[in-house]
């Protein structure tokens, strides 16, 4: 609020402020649409150069949520995040995995990097139980990152979300299905991701504060060993495969050439393809029934 001295009163000034100066009183709520917002704390760096320059802030903005829609679950999330979860957990951070569709694959997340003792592991089914478990580790602001995936959730449920983000200082990232595009919704900073050709991620940055962006970057992410081998005797198992094609391109097949890291296929939902419930149980993961 603005407010007038007595004497600015009684000699009936007005005050006047231009935009461009109340825009930089309060610049995490307050831009030029020509121009890059700004969010209350800086930007987490995504760990890739081209990926930051899209993000306001420069990063993955804390506090707030942030909305990662794929065509498909598990088509590359850990991989993208990888690096902003690895430097979170070498930090002694806690990393909570809310609900995710498949088992996670700790021998793949620890070859990113990411320690399995930093992470905790909520499994709900009820979408309702689902939002009260989000809001609880919201509220509670003593985590580093939150990983929740959210297939049915209705906009005014995200807009509680997003007031409680604002609680703490963590990372929020709330995974979504493409179709979801078509919804309102409160989140600052929405992305659009699929799986693309040699084991890359396109992402979309298509609701950010700051002007359209110019078109999907491209992200060669680290592809674990463990996955590799893992690839190849399914290759020498069954001589082809399917390849598992994003939403604008169609399933072909694999002859049986060399697999190597550059092979132009897809992998989703390797990262968190489900395991033998012995395999499951000795991951390591910390766990919340």
């Known amino acids: 609020m603005l407010s007038l001295s007595a004497s600015a009163q009684c000699d009936g000034a007005v005050p006047r402020l231009s935009a461009q100066g109340l825009a930089s009183t309060m610049p995490h709520a307050l831009w030029r649409g020509d121009a890059m917002g700004r969010h209350r704390a800086g930007g987490r760096p995504t760990g890739y150069a081209a990926l930051d320059k899209e993000l306001p802030g420069g990063g993955w903005p804390p506090s707030v949520l942030t909305e990662l829609l794929w065509p498909q679950q598990g088509d590359g999330e850990f991989r993208l995040l990888a690096p902003v979860l690895s430097r979170l957990a070498c930090n002694g951070e806690t990393i909570v995995l809310l609900a995710p569709p498949h088992v996670v694959f700790a021998p793949a997340l620890a070859q990113l990097g990411i320690d399995s003792r930093q992470l905790l592991l909520i499994q709900s089914e009820k979408p309702g139980d689902r939002l009260w478990a989000v809001e609880q580790v919201l509220r509670s602001a003593s985590f580093g990152a939150l990983l929740c995936w959210l297939p049915q959730v209705r906009t005014d449920h995200l807009r509680r979300l997003q007031l409680a983000a604002g609680a703490g200082e963590g990372l929020v990232f709330v995974f979504r299905p493409a179709l979801a595009r078509q919804e309102a919704s409160p989140a600052p900073l929405r992305l659009f ?12 940055v298509f609701k950010r504060r700051g002007p359209p962006a110019a078109g999907p970057v491209v992200i060669e992410t680290a592809l674990p060993t463990v996955l590799e081998r893992a690839l190849m005797r399914r290759v ?28 132009p296929i897809e992998l989703p939902r390797v990262m968190d393809r489900p395991l033998p419930a012995a395999l499951a149980a000795g991951s390591g993961l910390s766990s919340l029934a």
């Open 236 to 263: 020498e198992r069954q001589q082809a495969i399917p390849v598992f094609a994003s939403a604008s391109a169609s399933a072909s097949t694999l002859t049986s050439a060399p697999v190597s890291s550059t092979l």
């Open 193 to 204: 991701c699929h799986a693309a050709p040699a084991g890359c991620v396109a992402v979309e």
